[in-house]
């Protein structure tokens, strides 16, 4: 089945615990991005990738590192998360680009920091 | 810069009724439009899109048309379910390659 897979579905932290987020997808697509949602702020994107090794910053992309070393995986890294960042987020992909093409979004990550 | 404004919700409609969700956007040339759906629980989905002025993206009932003279791509649906209770969301294809969002409409449908 063609998804988008992230892990853990729900977590809670503690303040400077460095945690990561993965994501995976298995449709062999180029693009790949994360979201963060807000009530009231709608999503919000954190970081994208074109592609393996090529990733560029979002809208809000302080206190947020990513890494695309294969085609299928897109981790979130949170070096000394805060509560501030205590969110939902999405990952998503897409074929070839993030303006033009469908993305398909993941399950989404649940966050608390406490 | 791009930008998405939809209506603020929540919308609550009774089954049947008719539903018109407005969304508006400013961007620089003709950027990829997008309505986007959340179900309770569940990441987005693609709802239906359009990549020109005057295409209507079209899919389950609901429609949407791009309007490039009003710089608008309202939702619509005939007559709504129950089952189409969710969180909707406008968005646009950015300059920078990206996505951007609206804030998203809660459309809550009673029996």
């Known amino acids: 089945e063609a998804q988008v897979t992230q892990n853990p579905r729900y977590l809670i932290t503690v303040t400077g615990k460095k945690l990561t987020v993965t994501c995976s997808q298995n449709?062999?697509?180029?693009?790949m991005s994360w979201y963060r949602q807000d009530p009231g702020l709608g999503l919000r994107q954190i970081y994208y990738?074109?592609?393996?090794?090529?990733?560029d910053k979002g809208d809000v992309p302080e206190g947020y590192k990513v890494s695309r070393k294969e085609k299928r995986n897109f981790p979130l890294i949170l070096e000394s998360p805060s509560p501030n960042q205590t969110s939902l987020y999405f990952c998503?992909?897409?074929?070839?680009?993030?303006?033009?093409?469908?993305?398909?979004f993941g399950p989404g990550t649940r966050l608390t920091v406490l | 810069g791009d930008s998405v404004t939809q209506m603020e919700g929540p919308v609550t409609l009774s089954e049947e009724a008719f539903l018109t969700i407005n969304c508006t956007y400013t961007a620089t040339g003709y950027p990829s439009l997008f309505w986007y759906v959340q179900y309770p629980g569940e990441g987005l989905q693609l709802l239906l899109k359009?990549?020109?002025?005057?295409d209507k993206g079209s899919n389950k009932g609901f429609e949407a048309t791009y309007r490039k003279e009003t710089t608008s791509f309202h939702l619509e649906k005939g007559s709504v379910q129950v089952s189409d209770s969710a969180v909707y969301f406008c968005?646009?294809?950015?300059?920078?390659?990206?996505?951007?969002f609206g804030k998203g409409t809660k459309l809550s449908v009673k029996p």
């Open positions: 968005a646009l294809g950015g300059s920078q390659g990206n996505l951007i």
């Open positions: 449709m062999n697509h180029e693009y």
């Open positions: 359009a990549t020109k002025a005057d």
């Open positions: 998503a992909s897409s074929p070839r680009d993030g303006q033009s093409d469908t993305q398909y």
């Open positions: 990738s074109m592609n393996v090794e090529v990733t």
